[in-house]
């Protein structure tokens, strides 16, 4: 079988300014990798870098020619598990790149078997759960009418940035605005260990679900002391990368938080699903702000997850490409007519 591959850059402007605690962004920059084989079938995959990984732009087009050459190589999409671990060894580090390919890879195999992802994976579409929509670090009244706007849109499950030094008036206005709405907060590492404690006691008063990533992920003392001390669930963020992190952060968190722009790829993160549960922790699925061309793909995860933070297309002012229907954010695989991941150009 011959494989025909190529990527293209791609800059996407966000809906609105997304800031966090390190930063804010007006746009988001990806790359999409298509991999198509000589029946017509094309696979559809995207990488969304994040300096904070060590990855850029850059860095992606420069590794993918040497990422594809292995697909090309290999010449048969079928063998999903030898590939995701030749594109890990050729590059050991970069893990949106080689997600990009991984998932092109299972969108065209996906594809040539004529099912959805998750019937391919042999998933249960009814077992799906509803995305979170985030409402980035803002003045707080603009908080509030994002807030506001998402409720009207129908979101019922609200992710809420935090990090500043209005964390408890933010949250007490979001409730007020978003009374029956199911939310949680996530610091981006922003607080030291007893001011996590502290804060979270407060937070508690507000029905909040978890508490994403409190604190630095190099401070594994203080994330113990956080979990052990905490009025809320603790979900692991930075500190869940790849399937190796899940033993160390068992025992210090409630919740690990899984991406695929980190991990490197969906064979991985199938893995950390399984090795999480065998842990006795819960599984989230979040992701960075990226178009179709990879939400789509996580998406089929949602029957394996207890949360759901896939709202990267969501927060794109426009986003090229199409995906899993997500009626008010609930991911609606059932609803999903065409084979593979779902991604394709509108």
Known sequence: MNLETSFQRRTLPLEYPFTISRGTKTETETVTVHIEDDEGNVGIGGAGPSEHYGETLDTVEALLPDLLAVVEDENDPQQLARIERRLRETVERNPS???????????????????????????????????????????????????????????????????????IEIIRTL????????????????????????????????????????????????????????ALPIAADESCITVDDVPQIAGRYDIANLKLMKCGGLQEAKRIIHTA???????????????????????HLAPMLDYADLDGSLLLEEDPYDGVPMPNGTIDLAALDVPGTGARLE
């Open 277 to 299: 549960r065998a842990h006795g922790m819960q599984v989230m699925c979040g992701c960075m702000n990226e178009s179709n061309a990879s939400i789509a793909a996580a998406c």
């Open 175 to 230: 409730r007020e605005v978003a009374p029956d709405a199911r939310l949680y907060v996530d610091a981006n590492e922003a607080w030291t260990p007893r001011e996590a404690v502290s804060k979270i006691e407060r937070l508690a008063e507000f029905d909040l679900e978890f508490v994403e990533q409190p604190i630095p992920a190099e401070n594994v003392e203080g994330q113990r002391f956080v979990y052990e001390n905490a």
């Open 97 to 167: 790149a080689r997600c990009a390919v991984s998932i092109a890879l299972h969108d065209l195999v996906a594809k040539r078997h004529d099912e959805p992802l998750y019937r391919y994976w042999g998933l249960d579409a009814e077992e799906t759960i509803q995305s979170s929509y985030t409402i980035g670090i803002d003045d707080t009244e603009t908080m509030r009418e994002k807030t506001e706007t998402a409720v009207e849109r129908g979101y019922g499950t609200l992710k809420v940035k935090l990090g500043t030094d209005r964390d």
